[in-house]
């Protein structure tokens, strides 16, 4: 029996690149064309080593999703920050589980859903730029929360969180809409952090410390 499952059609070509990262991609090599054909070899190289890191930033490698039932999938690839209970928080009602993964320039920055169901709300909240590994980001900096009601009703929340650096959140969900674990949603640019709200009765499967990669790794478990 096959136990993961491709939650988009996979891509056609060898190094996917998301779309977003396109016009950066184009002007960088744009730029880099323009130093070479004047002959300015350290610009040239080091537009060269630019636009590479670009295409690296912006890759989107297709991933496969467990199909586990009740399974929660990281949202984003990056190292687990927090990953226990908190008794109040700004999205979800009363005790939750909170589990927070911080994501460096060099992780994949397309974001996924972590648990099908019904988009039945999205929240922006334009605030403050604090480096995203401190606790204070997920409530101070900007951000924007997409609920999710599972097809038992429970309530999920997750939260893509803008850095120091990151300046760009894209969201490209509406409420209303049907997901898929594991399904793109949307990416935050240049490093950052994503936030995954649980009922407090769910079960967690990862510590602080740990790697985890966006659609695939299983961070916890509702409920059913």
Not at 22 to 37: G, R
Not at 56 to 80: H, I, L, M, N, Q
Not at 210 to 216: E, I, N, Y
């Amino acid at each position: 029996m096959n136990n993961f499952s491709f939650p988009d059609p996979p891509s056609q070509t060898a190094f996917p690149i998301a779309k977003a990262g396109y016009p950066l991609i184009f002007a960088a090599a744009f730029v880099t064309a323009v130093f070479a054909l004047s002959d300015f070899t350290v610009l040239t190289l080091l537009s060269l080593v630019i636009t590479l890191f670009i295409c690296s930033f912006f890759r989107d490698p297709d991933r496969v999703t467990p199909k586990t039932d009740g399974a929660v999938v990281s949202p984003a690839d990056g190292r687990v920050i927090i990953a226990g209970m908190v008794d109040s928080n700004p999205f979800l009602e009363g005790e939750c589980l909170k589990i927070s993964i911080f994501m460096s320039v060099f992780n994949v920055h397309v974001n996924r859903i972590p648990h099908e169901g019904t988009i039945t709300g999205i929240r922006y909240y334009p605030g403050k730029f604090f480096s995203a590994n401190l606790d204070k980001a997920s409530a101070e900096n900007e951000h924007n929360a997409v609920f999710i009601e599972t097809p038992n009703g429970k309530k999920i929340c997750t939260v893509q969180i803008a850095g120091l650096i990151a300046r760009r959140i894209l969201c490209g969900v509406r409420e209303g809409d049907n997901v898929s674990r594991g399904q793109r949603f949307g990416m935050i640019c240049f490093g950052s952090r994503l936030d995954v709200y649980l009922p407090a009765d769910s079960k967690v499967n990862v510590n602080v410390g740990d790697r985890v990669k966006a659609g695939t790794s299983v961070l916890g478990e509702v409920q059913l």
